[in-house]
């Protein structure tokens, strides 16, 4: 009866020396970005999905797949809740992986909302109305994703073209181009972000705009569009014409 | 003629027995199952983009890879020990001056040496068949460029390649070794006390289902957010009785790119020496006074 005493006893030992060495060894591989960092949504709920999601193991990628490869059979059925509730088993199984957020927020913003939209067996109101909600849904994949991984350019990109395409905010779309930009370090989202902002109604963030329009110019890259909109912000923005640019308005299809 | 009280070379012709042992039990079919899983998993789906079809490669594999791992670890092991006292040969052995401490190592090194090797296979098998796979859908991929420019082909070259084979992959193959490792420990402890073969793989399976979840427990006791005394007790309890496996569940993120560094792979590694060290001496001190 001695030798199974002093195996429990060595057990236990073991148990309690090796919690803070567990603990240290988590918080460096979730550092190194090798384990994904747990949510805190609370005990009930990270006991229920995270503890499914723990309970799966080293196949949670696997799982994450043939979940993803499901979801693209319902998107080729049109069964858009299906579609909705698969992506979402997906991103909570690898939340690290970009590509599952970025298509989940594209089949309800783009397909699913314009499926509804389109929808002729629907009346006007319904339609515009399920459609619009499709975009938010979208934009809450988002966000989550954005959560779960905030230096994301491709995230943060396609948060700014839904903004831009599908919600119509300009000045949101402005901040997620901006953080594109600083993600990247390339010019090109920060005259994204201008154009955003020229299209805002607030006279300050018409300014933004113009100053962010006017770095792409002093940079030497200015295409069409650019000239014509640092044209329309000029008159808009009373600039002095000594401070205005040489350029004429340039038409629609001419070459430059 | 003196006899030492620890021979590695007992410890190593009890492990190639073990080997043969296991070979005899045609368990290594599973190699060949794997190369097929893999080869189908390579050109299944041809609809998705390239980027998704080798991920889903990757996953199959690494799965594949995990199930070999942990169902060899728990079942060989869990079938060592009564096969023994069935076939007599541990009678014949332990009659010898041979210490019990001595045959559980061999056991141990027996097992993990099949497995090993079982994963270097597989793993030789898998990069082939990715890296085949990475270059067919690159040459189709430029093929179908109208302009190749270099910019384009560097585009897509950086495209396919995020999720093509790297060395950064074996590293993910160690981590499935390692848990693996860490298991056959358990297994072995278990046996050391069970009554039967299916009592020591029911309880291996749920101490390795309880494990993988072991990390939301610990935290939450340790951040003291469990109030009732039985959670937070309970909680305790299998934080302290199981080992973490979620500290070996880096493949998630090394499929998608994340690079194993030096440190990583040394936290891995020593958690893993610590749990293997703390169970055979438990095995031990339950072996040693065993009626055999």
């Given at each position: 009866m001695k030798r199974p005493l002093q195996a429990l006893l060595v057990l236990l030992l073991l148990g309690t020396l090796k919690l803070p060495l567990e603990q240290a060894a988590t918080a460096h591989l979730r550092a190194e970005k090798l384990l994904t960092p747990r949510v805190d949504l609370g005990l009930r709920e990270n006991l229920g999905q995270m503890g499914f999601a723990a309970s799966l193991g080293g196949l949670r990628s696997l799982v994450a797949s043939i979940t993803y490869l499901r979801a693209c059979g319902a998107w080729e059925n049109v069964r858009w809740g299906a579609v909705d509730s698969l992506f979402q088993l997906t991103t909570r199984l690898?939340?690290?992986?970009?590509h599952y957020w970025d298509e989940a927020a594209w089949h309800m913003a783009w397909n699913a909302s314009s499926h509804y939209l389109n929808n002729?067996?629907?009346?006007p109101a319904l339609r515009e109305k399920l459609s619009y909600e499709h975009v938010l849904r979208g934009r809450d994949i988002l966000l989550e994703g954005l959560r779960m991984i905030p230096d994301d350019a491709r995230l943060w990109h396609t948060l700014a073209e839904l903004y831009e395409r599908?919600?119509?905010q300009p000045a949101k779309a402005a901040e997620c181009y901006l953080k594109v930009g600083e993600l990247t370090g390339n010019l090109r989202f920060r005259r994204l972000a201008g154009y955003q902002y020229a299209k805002a109604a607030d006279r300050a963030l018409q300014l933004k705009g113009y100053e962010l329009l006017m770095e792409s110019y002093r940079a030497n890259q200015r295409p069409p569009s650019l000239i014509n909109t640092i044209k329309d912000l000029e008159l808009a923005l009373s600039i002095p014409a000594m401070l205005r640019i040489p350029e004429a308005r340039v038409a629609p299809g001419a070459v430059r | 003629m003196n006899h030492a009280a620890f021979s590695p070379a007992r410890v190593w012709t009890l492990a190639a027995a073990t080997v043969t042992q296991l070979v005899r039990m045609k368990i290594l079919v599973f190699l060949l199952l794997f190369c097929a899983v893999v080869v189908a998993a390579g050109f299944?789906?041809?609809?998705?983009n390239p980027e998704h079809q080798l991920k889903l490669l990757k996953d199959v594999s690494f799965g594949a890879l995990q199930i070999f791992s942990l169902v060899i670890g728990i079942v060989a092991t869990a079938l060592l020990l009564p096969r023994d006292l069935e076939d007599r040969t541990l009678y014949t052995i332990l009659s010898k001056p041979v210490p019990r401490h001595e045959y559980l190592l061999g056991k141990l090194l027996g097992v993990l040496a099949l497995i090993g090797a079982g994963l270097l296979v597989m793993d030789a098998a898998f990069s082939l068949v990715l890296w085949l796979r990475e270059k067919l859908l690159l040459a189709q991929i430029l093929a179908g460029l109208k302009a190749q420019t270099p910019e384009a082909v560097a585009q897509v070259q950086e495209l396919v390649g995020k999720q093509g084979l790297t060395w950064n992959l074996h590293l993910g193959v160690l981590a499935v070794f390692l848990k693996a490792a860490v298991v056959t420990a358990l297994a072995l402890m278990v046996s050391c006390f069970a009554s039967s073969t299916l009592f020591t793989v029911v309880v291996t399976f749920c101490i390795v289902i309880i494990g993988h979840g072991q990390g939301l427990l610990r935290e939450y006791f340790l951040q003291g957010k469990m109030e009732p005394f039985v959670e937070k007790g309970l909680s305790a309890l299998l934080a302290v009785l199981t080992?973490?496996?979620?500290?070996?569940?880096v493949i998630d993120n090394v499929v998608n790119g994340q690079v194993v560094g030096p440190g990583s792979a040394g936290y891995m590694t020593g958690i893993a020496l610590t749990y293997i060290t703390g169970y055979m001496v438990v095995s031990h001190l339950l072996f040693v006074e065993k009626e055999l």
């Open positions: 690898q939340p690290r992986y970009t002729e067996k629907l009346n599908r919600d119509i | 299944a789906f041809p609809v998705l080992p973490d496996l979620g500290v070996f569940d």
